[in-house]
T-cell receptor
Framework: GENVEQHPSTLSVQEGDSAVIKCTYSDSASNYFPWYKQELGKRPQLIIDIRSNVGEKKDQRIAVTLNKTAKHFSLHITETQPEDSAVYFCAASEYFSRNQFYFGTGTSLTVIP | DSGVTQTPKHLITATGQRVTLRCSPRSGDLSVYWYQQSLDQGLQFLIQYYNGEERAKGNILERFSAQQFPDLHSELNLSSLELGDSALYFC???????????FGPGTRLTVL
């Protein structure tokens, strides 16, 4: 089955700096890669996703890049703000085939004001 | 608000007991996924249903079972509860033509 690894497990940045979280996956058949943000005690919320036919996607201060050859994808947050502090999870899925999501172990991001 | 509802919000019970968690997917969504999140842990996929049928199974214990009803709501049954079953249980729903999962608010289960 798929194995998703996520690094780092914790990340502290100064407000205004950029944050990068990286994930690798093992199954080359995976074709959908969402990122979720989870604030303490709350539900995971989808913040951005990318499909395997696209190399990069951007939404305001958030961007995701995908390298299919190397089987890794990354979340980039620019101009970080204290409200970006949360746990971020990556996931990989081979949709239309198994439709099972494999989540990374999460990155706890702290933005220091 | 994702449109996915879960009840109850909190559940406190004793070891050896049995509980049922309920999930109503977003309107139009046919898939329901169940996840377990223990303290400081990631999301562990338990099981997925699609339009009433089991589609995929993850790390679900034999003491746990689930089903999806004709109205598409789903229930997760946890029996012979142990202290280690204390966790947040999330359900998520999705449509058949998109990969996106939308999570419910979760049920916090505490086993004493």
């Amino acid at each position: 089955g798929e194995n998703v690894e996520q690094h780092p497990s914790t990340l502290s940045v100064q407000e205004g700096d950029s944050a990068v979280i990286k994930c690798t996956y093992s199954d080359s058949a995976s074709n959908y890669f969402p990122w979720y943000k989870q604030e303490l005690g709350k539900r995971p919320q989808l913040i951005i996703d990318i499909r395997s036919n696209v190399g990069e996607k951007k939404d305001q201060r958030i961007a995701v890049t995908l390298n299919k050859t190397a089987k890794h994808f990354s979340l980039h947050i620019t101009e970080t703000q204290p409200e970006d502090s949360a746990v971020y999870f990556c996931a990989a899925s081979e949709y239309f085939s198994r439709n099972q999501f494999y989540f990374g172990t999460g990155t706890s991001l702290t933005v220091i004001p | 608000d994702s449109g996915v509802t879960q009840t109850p919000k909190h559940l406190i019970t004793a070891t050896g007991q049995r509980v049922t968690l309920r999930c109503s997917p977003r309107s139009g969504d046919l898939s329901v996924y169940w996840y377990q999140q223990s303290l400081d842990q990631g999301l562990q996929f338990l099981i997925q249903y699609y339009n009433g049928e089991e589609r995929a199974k993850g790390n679900i214990l034999e003491r746990f079972s689930a089903q999806q009803f004709p109205d598409l709501h789903s229930e997760l049954n946890l029996s012979s509860l142990e202290l280690g079953d204390s966790a947040l249980y999330f359900c998520a729903s999705g449509t058949s033509d998109t990969d996106t999962q939308y999570f419910g608010p979760g049920t916090r289960l505490t086993v004493l």
